[in-house]
């Protein structure tokens, strides 16, 4: 009788390790970008003792986006398009609403940033925005529940 139990038991098992249990690919998961996201980053301070950060706050509506930044000599809010590609979202400039301080020109051909959904965080992999963190993988926006 153990031995019944044993092997039904290893059945089960190796049935989900062969794929025959649920599906947990990435490819598979509808990942809803709707939303704002957003990130915050500390970059130390002046030699006058003043807080270097810069926050970013993109608010997705299915191919409709905007990316609003402000922070240390840093003040803008553009239009941007957007395109969902598996499980990336890639962001295209479309116009400065507000550039009091922007940095950079965007070239409208190329994508603006490309984020990628991983474990609820959208993590960057390309971008044409100035942050500063000079490594681009550390840049993790998260959803803004409150809004």
């Not at 599906?23 to 970059?43: A, L, P």
């Amino acid at each position: 009788m153990k031995k019944t139990y044993l092997i039904f038991g290893l059945i089960f098992l190796f049935a989900g390790y062969w794929g025959c249990g649920t599906s947990t690919d990435d490819k598979t998961k509808e990942i809803n970008w709707d939303g704002t996201w957003i990130y915050v980053s500390g970059g130390g301070e002046t030699a006058g003792g003043t807080a270097i950060w810069a926050g970013w706050a993109i608010t997705i509506d299915g191919d409709n986006c905007s990316i609003e930044a402000n922070g240390y000599q840093l003040s803008y809010n553009i239009t941007c398009r957007g395109e969902k590609k598996g499980n990336e979202y890639v962001i295209f400039y479309k116009q400065i609403v507000d550039g009091e301080q922007l940095i950079g020109d965007f070239d409208k051909t190329e994508p603006l940033i490309v984020l990628t959904e991983k474990n609820g965080f959208l993590i960057t992999k390309n971008t044409q925005l100035t942050f500063l963190e000079p490594d681009i993988s550390k840049i993790v926006f998260e959803r803004d529940e409150q809004k």
